[in-house]
């Protein structure tokens, strides 16, 4: 079946990464892949959460929230707090972001993750990622400068959505793609070649080991183009 925008199977939509989007922010990137923007941001604060403290470490965590008119409904602001999915998001994030850093010996200072979608036809976890790897490099970068601790950076981390559309798999579904899925998967990795998380379900039904294989293969592929889209942001 043709794909919504004409890409081949294997095709990432066109990826835009603007570093130093946010000037106030130790580190920023405003991320596209396809018609799905999203701004990251990482600050750096002078604390950590209560649990943290005491201990001489720091930490980071991550927020994520989509816009009232990110998508083609205007959708209410979650004023009492993140929803069940937003959680889950916020968790991945932080989770792929902290599998970036080689330790937390930055003092007790936290490393702040917002990820606010301005726009968002799917994909919008895994675009929240890739730049934020992005915005966090920079605010390693200003922290190991400023404050004389060594650089926590090790890895560089990207994510990328594959699934089984129509019978056939797929690299980085748009919103037309994902609500029709048959499987839909999320893949985070560190660079080069270690996963962070593969979230996989069967939307509608089962899949085989032969289909996982070939969706990681799918995404490893693609996870090569965004490693060095990043490389190229941070001119590495």
Partial sequence: MPRPDGRAP???RP???ERGANPYAEGSCLVR?????????ASVLESVPAWRRGRGIGWLTAEYAMLPRATSERTARERAGPGGRTQEIQRLIGRSLRGALTNFAFGERTIQIDCDVLQADGGTRTAAITGAAVALRDA??????????ADPFGWL???VSVGIVAGE???DLCYAEDK???VDANVVVLEPDRYVEVQATGEAGHFGRRDLDRLLALADAGMAELFTLQRRSLGA
Wanted: proline share 3%; charged share 5%; net charge negative.
């Fill in 10 to 12: 294997g095709a990432l």
């Fill in 15 to 17: 990826i835009t990464l």
């Fill in 33 to 41: 892949f396809g018609a799905t923007l999203v701004l990251c941001t």
């Fill in 140 to 149: 390693c970068t200003w922290l190991a400068t400023t404050h004389g601790v």
């Fill in 157 to 159: 981390v990207a994510a």
């Fill in 169 to 171: 798999p797929v690299l």
């Fill in 180 to 182: 029709v899925a048959d």
